[in-house]
Structures are given as structure tokens and as C-alpha cells.
């Protein structure tokens, strides 16, 4: 039995061959939904790409000295608890399209001064424009089905010189019949929607919309990521994440 996946066009494609790493019944849910049922445990659980982002990811962003801070699907506010204690008088925005994750955000510090907005990012935003000179989308484009509109709209609320970094799950993961999932307490794997962007088109939807690509990484688990993360083992070689850089062409 083959496998069905999605490309970038949302047309389905099936895998040449049965992919050992896709639970047999995988339950598909809508984004929102899924994200809201895996918001109760999502921070408990031992995430390779989480672990892997943060050793690739936290660093350049740690370089940076911005103001204003746009965390665009922030989840349960991971990365903007991060930057709020790297840029303390920085202002930071957290958009989630989850109330149950934007929940577990503000719950981590009610003190922090960070703004949660609820938003849709397959819609436009609910942001002046050239708002932000950080935009930080991490682990999202995966759930994104217009990337006109998301890149777009990251564009319109990005400050002129502002700096912009997207990750996600690498699509050779999502050509192994792997995409973001969580095991619910009836032992069933739930998958959120997702959409199998290759890197061209990323890059050429960001172009389209304004913004110059000025870095692409792609990073591999490796042993150190093994030793952290046991379940990551099966994953060993393969291009698990990407990081691209970018910001409004001049």
C-alpha cells in the first residue's frame, strides 16, 4: 500500500513506497482543532525539532537587537518568552490561530508585557503596517495553504529593514509521510492538516511577495540530537529542519 501526501499545490501525491515512519491510522483533524487538543501537553513533550530549532535558530536571533517583535504563530509562546528575556524592553506580539495554545501563552508569565492576538494566518493580518523589525515564524508554514497571502502579509508588517527568519519541518520529513503530530489519550496519532511545501517554492512565494532569501540552512539529526532526543534515532541522516533568512528587498 502506498502512502498520500500533499505538495505545495495541495494536490495529493503518494509515496513510492510504504513509509515506516506513518502511523497506520492517522487521524486528520483541522489545524484549530488540533492544535487546541494538543495544547494541553504540547510543552510536556520531548520534541526533536523543538531541540534542533533552538540549536540553529536561537543563536542568530540572540545577535539581533530589535524593538518591535512579531512572533507569527507563536503556539504556547516558547519563542516569545525567549525574546522577551533576550530583549526585555523590546515590544513583543504573539499570533496564534489556537486560543487553547494562546491560553498556555499567557499563562507562562502574566507579567511579561507581551501582546497575544488571535489570527487566522491564512488571512490577512491584523497589523498596521511596517509595524515589526523582527518576524520570527517558527514551525508554522506547514499549516499555511496560501503562501501569497502569508508571505505577503509578513511583508506589509515588516518594517523596511527589518530581519525575518521561518522554520519548519524540512519537506523530505513530509515526502517520508511525516508531519507535525501528537499521540492523544486514546493512543491515536492526530495530525493537524499540513501541506507539503518544497523549498523552490517557498523561496519563489517569498520572493513573489517582496522579501530577498539571504540564507537557507538545512540541518540534519544528528548524534548530539540522538543523545537528547532517543526517538530521533530513526531520523538519523535525514534533513529534519529549515531555516531561511530573510528580509523586504530594497
Known amino acids: 500500500m502506498t502512502k498520500e501526501s500533499r505538495n505545495s499545490a495541495g494536490q495529493q501525491h503518494r509515496l513510492p513506497f510504504p513509509s515506516p515512519f506513518l502511523p497506520k491510522n492517522p487521524k486528520v483533524v483541522t489545524v484549530k482543532d488540533g492544535y487546541n487538543l494538543w495544547s494541553e501537553i504540547y510543552d510536556n513533550e520531548t520534541n526533536a525539532l523543538i531541540m534542533l530549532e533552538e540549536r540553529y535558530l536561537y543563536p542568530q536571533l540572540a545577535r539581533i537587537k530589535a524593538q518591535n517583535i512579531f512572533d507569527c504563530g507563536c503556539g504556547t509562546g516558547r519563542i516569545a518568552h525567549w525574546l522577551h528575556r533576550q530583549h526585555p524592553k523590546a515590544a513583543i506580539t504573539g499570533a496564534d490561530f489556537s486560543e487553547g495554545m494562546l491560553k498556555k501563552a499567557r499563562e507562562k508569565d502574566s507579567q511579561s508585557g507581551i501582546c497575544w492576538q488571535h489570527a487566522d494566518l491564512n488571512q490577512p493580518f491584523p497589523f498596521a503596517a511596517g509595524k515589526f523589525d523582527l518576524v520570527v515564524s517558527s514551525l508554522v508554514i506547514e499549516h499555511i495553504k496560501d503562501l501569497d497571502n502569508y508571505f505577503s502579509e509578513i511583508r506589509r508588517v515588516a518594517q523596511t529593514d527589518a530581519e525575518i527568519f521561518i522554520t519548519g519541518l524540512h519537506p523530505a520529513m513530509h515526502m517520508l509521510g ?60 535525514i534533513p529534519l529542519l529549515f531555516i531561511m533568512q530573510m528580509q523586504p528587498a530594497r
Not at 489519550?185 to 513573489?208: G, M, R
Open 178 to 237: 511525516i508531519s507535525a503530530r501528537f499521540e492523544n489519550e486514546a493512543k491515536e496519532h492526530v495530525h493537524p492538516e499540513s501541506q507539503c511545501h518544497s523549498l523552490s517554492t517557498i523561496f519563489n512565494a517569498a520572493t513573489a511577495a517582496g522579501l530577498q532569501v539571504s540564507r537557507i540552512e538545512e540541518h540534519i539529526a544528528d548524534a548530539e540530537l540522538v543523545a537528547q532526543a532517543i526517538k530521533a534515532e530513526r531520523y538519523l541522516g
